[in-house]
C-alpha cells in the first residue's frame, strides 16, 4: 500500500524504471543502472563467486554478463551490460545526508520488484574493512534490499543497501548503505580504465 502510494510521488516515478533485478547462482537482490549505455550498480556479495548474472530491467528485457568488476572494500560490484537509451539513475551532484533527512528506497525484498520504502538517515559509522564511513538509515530494510539505491526526498542517490541489522524497531531496521560519494569514485576508475 505504501509502495504503491509512493510510486506517484513525482520525485519517485521516474527513478523506477531505472532499477533492476539481480540474480546470480541461488542469491537474488537489487541493481540500478547509472548510465543510459548501461552500468550496473550492485552489491558484490551478490554477484562473487558466480559463474554468470542476470539482470532482469523493468520492461522484462533479460541480459546475462560474465563479467564485472568487484570492489570487497565497499561490497560493491558494477556491471557493464552494453545496451544503449537505458532509463538511468544521474547522480552528477552529490549531496551529503544529514541525520534524520527524510529518504526512500527502492528495492526488490522477499521476491517482489521495484518495492519503495521510506525511512530517514541515521548518521554515518566506520566499520573495520570499509574505506569510508558508511551511512546508517532507519528503513524497511529486508532480504533482496541488496543492492537497492537509497535517495533523499528530492529524488537524489544518497547510497545503496549493502546490509541491515539483526534487531528492528517500528520504525524499520537500521540499514547499511555505500554512501554515493563512494560508489561515484569507484565508478570514475572504472571508466577510466582503458
Known sequence: MDSARLADDPAIRPLLPAVVSVKADNRLGTGFNIRADGL??????????????EITFESGQTEIVDQWTEFKDADLALIDVDLSGLPYVDFDELVEPQEMDPIFLIGNPEGFVRIIGEGYAVGQYSLAWSVSPVLLIQAPVFKGNSGSPVFNSSGQLMGMVFAASDTASEDGVIGFAVPASEIASRVDMVLAEP
Not at 550496473?40 to 548474472?53: D, F, K, M, P
Open 40 to 53: 550496473i550498480v550492485t552489491c558484490r556479495h551478490i554477484v562473487e563467486g558466480a559463474g554468470s548474472v
